[in-house]
């Protein structure tokens, strides 16, 4: 059983950036690749960000590549969503998720967050 919190979302204008965390309980977390989702008002769950169990392999949804930058820590059972020049389409709940296997479909993920807003205002 994994427990995700995230945390780090808020409101920032266009062009910032911010950093979102997720913190793990229990000592399997570095087992799990880990993933970021959003969903935006009516809008379906998307993905965002993955990374394997190492943190070696990263894989972005285009939208946000060579924008935002997946990281994780498996000593400090966290991993991260560095965000940078945000766009007011990126205005939506990030969730974290993890899956024993490494894969970006929403469907796959046995855990997942709570979320956190972000709002990137224009």
């Known amino acids: 059983q994994v427990q995700l919190v995230e945390s780090g979302g808020g409101l920032v204008q266009a062009g910032g950036s911010l950093r979102l965390s997720c913190a793990a309980s229990?000592?399997?977390?570095?087992?799990?690749?880990m993933d970021w989702f959003r969903q935006a008002p009516g809008k379906e769950r998307e993905f965002v960000a993955a990374?394997?169990?190492?943190?070696?392999?990263?894989y972005y949804a285009d939208s946000v590549k060579g924008r935002f930058t997946i990281v994780r820590d498996n000593a400090k059972n966290t991993v991260y969503l560095e965000m940078n020049s945000l766009k007011p389409e990126d205005t939506a709940v990030y969730y974290c998720?993890?899956?024993?296997?490494?894969?970006?479909?929403?469907?796959?993920?046995?855990?997942w967050g709570k979320g956190t807003l972000v709002t990137v205002s224009s």
């Open positions: 998720a993890a899956s024993i296997v490494y894969s970006v479909v929403a469907r796959s993920m046995e855990y």
């Open positions: 229990g000592r399997t977390f570095s087992t799990y690749p």
């Open positions: 990374i394997n169990r190492s943190g070696a392999s990263t």
